[in-house]
């Protein structure tokens, strides 16, 4: 825990640099968005502190722990160490982003059934690598799940129930395709 966060302080909200503010135009969840920024502001904060979709967590915010995983143009990435300004024009999809007409989603509601969480910090991160590789990747192979989450930190569940988790949603995916 760095000196900030023992002083009570949370370090990674943003302080604004004095620069003069850029116009960032980008679509979140399927919903076009313009706003004012700081051009030093990073992708994480302006989820969170701009559109206050908080289900993107904070971990280490240096890019190690995978807590703040978002898909961006199709790609999972760690959007704390991704200025918003490098989202311009990009297609983003949060973890909020997942519900389908007011329902979870099948790879959310087989979290839920494969006790794939416990504190749930990892979840939303986790959630987002899983669904990048099964848009991707359809059929995945157990060393291919693997790989797609292996930037993903979880302290509570010991990985397996995640990986059973992503394969019987992609399992579910598939059958309910063939029945389209
Ligand atoms: Fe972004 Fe840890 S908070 S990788
Ligand atoms: Fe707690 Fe993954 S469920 S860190």
């Known amino acids: 825990m760095c000196d900030k966060h023992n002083n009570g302080v949370n370090c990674f909200s943003h302080v604004d640099s004095g620069l003069p503010e850029v116009m960032l135009s980008c679509t979140v969840n399927g919903e076009n968005v313009c706003a004012h920024i700081d051009p030093t502001m990073t992708l994480l904060n302006f989820l969170r502190r701009d559109l206050k979709l ?82 991707r990747n359809p059929e995945p192979d157990e060393s291919e799940i693997i790989e797609a989450i292996a930037g993903n930190f979880c302290r509570c569940t010991g990985y397996v129930p995640i990986i059973k988790a992503i394969t019987s949603a992609s399992k579910i995916e598939r059958e309910g395709m063939k029945n389209d």
């Open 54 to 135: 908080f289900g993107t967590k904070e971990g280490c915010g240096e890019g190690e722990c995978g807590a703040c995983t978002i898909i961006m143009n199709s790609s999972a990435v760690n959007s704390c160490i991704i200025l918003a300004l490098e989202a311009m024009d990009a297609n983003i999809i949060t973890v909020e982003g997942l519900n389908k007409n007011g329902k979870i989603s099948i790879l959310q509601r087989e979290f839920i059934s494969n006790d794939a969480l416990q504190c749930g910090f990892c979840t939303p991160g986790m959630l987002m690598s899983a669904r990048a590789l099964l848009d």
